[in-house]
């Protein structure tokens, strides 16, 4: 049974920073493209980055340059540094395995808020 377990979520006022992790179970990690994702409040769910098995990044334009996502194959984990908050940040941030455009899998999300 795959799972997939975030953490790190808080509310972090403007500015601040956070990490998410995701521990995945149940696959191969290292041969997963692995992504982040987030549903902000009222708004669908919309793709944050995401990182291949070969370790190529891809950002949305809203995060690029203030968000990094990497991967330890070895913990099974991916990350989400996420930099220079703002409120429009707020949302329930996912990880998810598999395709980009249609993942196999998907954790229970962690939430972050964003005060101003």
């Known amino acids: 049974q795959v799972q997939l377990v975030e953490s790190g979520g808080d509310l972090v006022q403007t500015g601040g920073s956070l990490i998410l992790s995701c521990t995945a179970s149940?696959?191969?990690?290292?041969?997963?493209?692995m992504g982040w994702y987030r549903r902000p409040p009222g708004k669908r769910r919309e793709l944050v980055a995401h990182?291949?098995?070969?370790?190529?990044?891809y950002y949305a334009d809203s995060v690029k340059g203030r968000f990094t996502i990497s991967r330890d194959n070895a913990k099974d984990t991916v990350y989400l540094q996420m930099n220079s908050l703002k409120p429009e940040d707020t949302a329930v941030y996912y990880c998810?395995?598999?395709?980009?455009?249609?993942?196999?899998?998907w954790g229970q999300g962690t939430p972050v808020t964003v005060s101003s």
């Open positions: 149940g696959i191969i990690f290292s041969t997963n493209t």
């Open positions: 990182i291949t098995s070969g370790g190529k990044t």
């Open positions: 998810a395995a598999g395709k980009v455009n249609d993942p196999d899998s």
